[in-house]
DNA sequence: GAACAGAACTGGAACGTTCCAGTCGCATCG
DNA sequence: CGATGCGACTGGAACGTTCCAGTTCTGTTC
């Protein structure tokens, strides 16, 4: 049994103001910690409070202050658990600017994303992080008019007042393609999952890390059909990409495309990893489930969520112009990867232990904090 | 560039009633769709609104009318899977009642758990539900007392006010061990990831129900030796399992521990699911994307979702009564599972085929809803 | 002992809504 | 033709805070 819930109103801070004796105002300035009242008159303030079960409405509060002190963050796959430290870093940084996290998620679905965002509008929120979220370029320049808005994730097109953070694809591929290089493969082929801009342009950095490494003939890059479903025959493009006998190692545009090679390889036969060597890219937890545990490439996740944070506190701050940070990424090297049968190492390169991680290209920028800038383009 | 927001005052009511002609009431009248206010008029506010953008501030509207239309829902660990299709169910459940939900995670910490209860309380929601969650039973009693809260998961003890909803752990741990023995196993072990409530009677359901089928003398379990951290040294009691020939199957307390299991076989040169045969519990991504695919035990998440926010509505529309469901779960059958080297299955069981999903014994409840209801304790 | 300073506290206004008690104008009715 | 009723609209109060301009009181200074 429970008491009826709806009879006992909750105190507000006029029920501890009567309770203590004083007004309405001297509550409002215990609670808060603000100067100009007793120390005596504090404690009762504060013991009377406890007492009643007192508990600030932080929407009155929001009203009348004009700011809610509410981050929103929209979450485009809450199932993706590669979300999960961007937003850990997201409540960090929110946190030690004295504010709240409010996840949402949009479920994949750009009208309910939309959806989502329009409640935390409603709610005040003073900045919005998208994570991955597909939502309406309209919207987008919306919000970016609006609020300050980041979203985590490669843009088609950079839309005013937004500012972004993504990962270096292009690094993040040159870094997978060497790595086979140097362990002496040569039919390197690549496995496409999408036609999202950031598999995009890691198949183009994987065209011309080949390229430059004169791999250029044996390249191969096996894309899905263009079907309108996205998942639609991941795995009969990994049968394909498996195929072709001469190719000794894949280079995969994500984590779900490498497993899907793997499971391929298995079933006609090959043996992990001396048959074929396979990098993914994300970094997931498929990637230590998975046996042989898939190399693959990481993005620093956490380093996301606390820049976003920064870069709304900036933009709270009072910054106006648009921001657009690009983070290196690092491979880890597991047991997917290892010397074709036929040739062993090129060169003194990595020694394939489990879980080791290179940084990117130390030629691009600083690794000592592991992220560079890039200014947008016009 | 980004145009000085700070300037850019949000559009209030007044500001739509002023350019519209009318009284901030009839805005107020026309948005919300009531009666009382002309075709004419209204078109022509609801012009006015979208001409300025104005967007209702979800902070007053909740100030005056008493209700927030807003609910809670903590998240114990962002991170895993098993939780998104459950918060899914919550969604629906909550749009349909014409809520919103909003999320947070307690990051799998009672005091961040109760930090983030709390700035949920300060937002007025009208109802929460605990995922999985940790907290303080003291902090548990307070919520029962204030608000409708619902918890998914097994509680330790009935808390008063806080209903409950959590899968039949009896019942699932029941239905893998009598697959097993269909099979033809006899020396089934079990593996026990925790000393947390489910994996508790998971554990004492195992025990039962070898007994029941005259295969007591043939249970063994591991369970991990009592060290703080969780996840210390699952590894090892999966090889302790694992070095018994004897034993052909072992059935896991959770996804995670059945992977250890497969692990540590495969290592010691095994070969699954011929010479071992695994069980897992949760259905978890996990048991999807190891190989073999892993036989485990499906809570009905879904299900799990939509009813906590059926109760959440019957809470608020007056009950008064605690609520303590227990769903029963099934089987998803997968490649991990086999009858041993040495004998054929006993009976016409399940045929092992991949991803067939057997219902918990028909005797215990009608199958055709999926769940039973049963009565809390005094 | 009057003037003053500052600390401690108060009461009203404001925030952006909804709700409610009216007011106004117009058509209908007896 | 005046009363009645009703639809359309209005203005003030209220929600629970914070903020600000006062007010009171105590002690200090000349």
């Known amino acids: 049994m ?89 409540e960090d940084g ?25 409640m935390l509008l409603g709610l005040n929120v003073e900045g919005l992080v998208l994570v991955g979220s597909r939502i309406p370029v309209a919207a987008l320049e919306r919000l970016g008019r609006t ?80 079907v309108d479903g996205e998942d639609e025959d ?26 899907a090679v793997m499971d391929a390889a298995s079933a006609s036969g090959a043996s992990l990893p001396d048959d074929l060597s396979v990098v993914g890219y994300d970094n997931s937890t498929i990637s230590r489930i998975v046996r042989p545990r898939l190399t693959s490439v990481d993005q620093p996740r956490p380093l996301m969520g606390t820049l976003a944070a920064e870069m709304l506190a900036e933009r709270l701050a009072g910054r106006t112009t648009d921001r657009h940070e690009v983070l290196l990424p690092t491979l880890v090297v597991r047991g997917s990867t290892a010397a074709p049968r036929s040739a062993g190492p090129r060169s003194g390169g990595p020694s394939g232990r489990d879980g080791q991680a290179l940084p990117a290209d130390a030629g691009m920028a600083d690794p000592s904090d592991g992220w560079t800038t890039t200014k947008p383009g016009p």
Do not use: W
């Open 147 to 226: 609020l300050p808005t980041i979203v985590i994730g490669r843009l088609e097109a950079p839309v005013p007042g937004v500012d972004t953070i993504a990962n270096d694809d292009q690094a993040g591929a040159e870094l997978a393609v060497r790595h086979l290089a140097a362990l002496g493969h040569t039919h390197i082929a690549h496995v496409s999952a999408s036609l999202r801009p950031a598999a995009r342009s890691r198949r183009e950095a994987y065209l011309s890390t080949m390229e430059r490494l004169g791999l250029g003939p044996h390249a191969t890059v096996h894309a899905r059909e263009r």
């Open 2 to 90: 429970t008491p009826d819930r709806a009879a006992v109103r909750r105190p507000t801070i006029l029920d501890v103001a009567a309770r203590a004796g004083v007004s309405k105002s001297a509550v409002s300035l215990a609670l808060r910690g603000s100067a100009g009242i007793g120390d005596e008159t504090r404690a009762r303030i504060l013991a009377c409070a406890e007492e009643i079960g007192y508990r600030s409405n932080r929407l009155a509060r929001a009203l009348v202050e004009g700011r809610s002190a509410l981050v929103g963050v929209v979450l485009n796959d809450l199932s993706n658990p590669y979300h999960t430290e961007i937003v850990a870093g997201i």
């Open 234 to 259: 991941l795995d009969a493009v990994a049968r394909r990409a498996v195929t072709d006998p001469r190719t000794t190692a894949v280079f995969a545009s994500n984590d779900v495309a490498a497993l």
């Open 94 to 118: 929110a946190t030690a600017m004295g504010a709240t996290t409010l996840l949402t998620h949009g479920q994949r679905d750009p009208h309910r994303t939309e959806l989502q965002v329009d």
